[in-house]
């Protein structure tokens, strides 16, 4: 099991599916005679299995294997409660997120409830422990009814994830100032997909204020998180027509990605391009055509060239692009 730990880890998954099949067949074996020891290893392996499967998108397989494991938790939880109910949360949610990947939204919202349910209870006696899940469970679960248009159910649970996520923040801030950002910005999408502007745009303003303050001693992992709140309130003052105010943090929004970009260019190439395409986009409705003819032919270059290696991923965005400058070509005539 450690061994596929390892090599899961370094996305070795033949060998680690093979480890793990070999432990759970070893653990099985040993249950026979002792269920008492060896049935929750059983189930452990069962959703390390399936937390391997799913991410090679074998889901008929992962999707066994979690309903597996928490029939086996479900029984152990009948004796010992204690010990295996947050096993069954646990794995309750992974099947919820399985089942969201599927686009099985009733089966995912049953899940995510059960989980929910499971996580208060025991946040009763032990709240530092499952306080934090159960904020995290609501926003799951806000999440899901958000792609289901069930925006009053999914307002209030971003809320509830909110209010949690903060008073956890005044006794720990460094751990949870960032899920108090989070759920701010879940919330500012939210109100802005109902175009109630004013709260969103309050929303991505706080969200951004905390993470620009927590990017000043942890810039590596926070200045991501900076430039996605820029772009996200860039895109909100482009459709209130507050163009400058949109151009402004669309730049610094680019400026951030183009930085990181030079040490990680994998993950920030796509975002320094998108943010071009956002920028071009901002200048043509303005009717800088120029200046949005200099931002497609720059995103189109940066598209084509990241094609080169991984074209299933990135010849929709050069479509796209392409799209854009002859829109422009076509207005200009």
């Known amino acids: 099991n450690n061994l596929a730990v390892l090599h899961k880890a370094q996305n070795c998954n033949d060998k680690a599916s093979a480890e793990y099949e070999e432990s759970f067949a070893i653990y099985r074996k040993l249950a026979e005679t002792d269920r008492d020891t060896f049935l929750p290893y059983v189930a452990g392996i069962l959703n390390n299995l399936a937390v391997l499967h799913k ?11 979690y309903a597996e494991a928490l029939a086996i938790y479900r029984k152990l939880a009948e004796t010992n409660p204690q010990t295996f109910l947050p096993f069954i949360a646990t794995t309750a949610n992974n099947l919820a997120i399985l089942h969201v990947n599927q686009n099985r939204y009733a089966e995912a ?3 995510f409830e059960e989980t929910l349910a499971i996580h208060r209870k025991l946040a009763e006696n032990d709240p530092n422990i499952f306080l934090p899940e159960v904020a995290m469970t609501l926003n799951n679960l806000a999440l899901l009814h958000k792609d289901q248009n069930l925006y009053d159910e999914a307002a209030a649970e971003f809320a509830e994830s909110l209010i949690i996520h903060r008073k956890l923040a005044e006794i720990n801030p460094n751990t949870h100032l960032p899920d108090v950002a989070m759920s701010l910005n879940n919330l500012a999408i ?10 969103a745009s309050a929303e991505y ?3 951004l204020a905390i993470r620009r303050n927590l990017a000043e001693t942890n810039p590596q992992t926070f200045l991501p998180y900076v430039a996605t709140t820029l772009n996200n309130l860039a895109i909100l003052h482009q459709m209130q027509n507050r163009y400058t105010e949109g151009l402004t ?3 610094e929004a680019f400026a951030i990605y183009r930085k990181l970009a030079e040490t990680d260019p994998n993950t920030f190439l796509p975002e320094v391009a998108a943010t071009l395409n ?5 200048y043509q409705v303005q009717n800088c055509y120029d200046e949005s003819f200099v931002k497609y032919e720059e995103s189109l270059a940066i598209y084509r060239k990241l094609a080169e290696t991984n074209p299933q991923t990135f010849l ?3 479509a796209t692009n392409l799209n854009n400058l002859a829109v422009l070509y076509e207005v200009q005539n």
């Open 55 to 65: 991410a090679q998108n074998r889901y008929v397989e992962a999707l066994a294997e």
């Open 109 to 111: 919202s049953a899940k």
């Open 190 to 199: 939210l109100h802005q997909s109902q175009n109630r502007y004013d709260e």
């Open 205 to 207: 303003a706080e969200a």
């Open 249 to 251: 943090k669309y730049e």
């Open 278 to 282: 956002n920028l071009g986009n901002l």
């Open 316 to 318: 929709p965005f050069i």
